[in-house]
């Protein structure tokens, strides 16, 4: 294997010290994802769940399929959620490390390549997410909106998929970026719109045929369509493509972002 090629790609166990320094620094500051992790998902619940689903009421059984409103939003709202977090965690953070505080330079300074500190950073936000995940599934078990531990683990891991596969590709972006400006017009023009394009409280197959295209090329769809199928019982033979669909969004992403990064330490 050429030097170049040796570069561009992760160590096998060389970016699990990224994950462990992560986890150093997390330790120390935890308790400031509890509002994230466990009150969010009840507010969202109440709020949006609870007190829309009130309105709504039996006129949504026609787009629901006979559930109520709330399981039917709960676990969408769970890969939204994810998203957000997925989003948020690739954009400050990570360029507040290459540009403010230059954690990452002392990093590339020891044996670890730009690879080895993107696929542990992304590793790393892969950890919140299943961590995230799990306060919001005990809260839809709370709920009785899943039903089995089976679901639940089902939930948790197609949420913690979608925030990655939205985290990789936006830590792409913010590697290249030497201010903050170009954060707002993702989640504004982007990350928001999908929130209310994705199927999360409507079906896709409501909107026009050409907004349905393109809300599919995006991860949200994909993993709100897994979300509500583990946490509703409901079988979903195509669940194989989206599975796909995510996995590419993740791992193209974070190839993306190590090839980035990698040029934008050797200026």
Excluded at 52 to 77: H, K, N
Excluded at 81 to 104: C, D, F, K
Aim: hydrophobic share 60%.
């Amino acid at each position: 294997m050429s030097a170049t090629l040796a570069q561009l790609l992760p160590h096998p166990t060389r970016w699990r010290h990224v994950v462990s320094y992560m986890l150093s620094v997390y330790r120390r500051e935890w308790q400031g994802s509890l509002f994230s992790a466990f009150i969010e998902p009840l507010v969202i619940l109440a709020g949006l769940g609870i007190g829309l689903g009130v309105l709504v009421g039996d006129r949504a059984a026609a787009i629901t399929g006979g559930v109520s409103y709330v399981a039917y939003i709960a676990p969408a709202l769970m890969a939204s959620s994810a998203m957000n977090l997925g989003a948020s965690e690739a954009a400050w953070p990570i360029l507040a490390r290459i540009q403010w505080v230059r954690v990452y330079h002392a990093i590339l300074a020891t044996p670890l390549n730009a690879a080895d500190v993107m696929v542990g950073a992304i590793a790393f936000m892969g950890g919140k997410l299943l961590f995230t995940a799990a306060f919001f599934a005990a809260a839809l078990l709370a709920f009785g909106i899943v039903t089995t531990p089976l679901g639940a683990i089902g939930t948790i891991a197609a949420t913690a998929l979608t925030g990655i596969a939205f985290a990789a590709p936006v830590t792409a972006f913010s590697v290249t970026r030497q201010n903050d400006q170009g954060f707002a017009f993702i989640f504004r023009m982007i990350i928001t719109p999908l929130s209310f394009f994705s199927g999360t409280y409507f079906p896709i197959e409501n909107l026009p045929g050409p907004a349905q295209a393109i809300a599919w090329l995006t991860p949200l769809a994909h993993g709100v369509a897994l979300d509500r199928a583990f946490a509703l019982g409901r079988p979903l033979p195509d669940a194989w493509v989206h599975v796909a669909v995510l996995l590419a969004w993740a791992i193209g992403g974070t190839m993306v972002a190590s090839v980035l990064f990698r040029r934008r330490m050797l200026k």
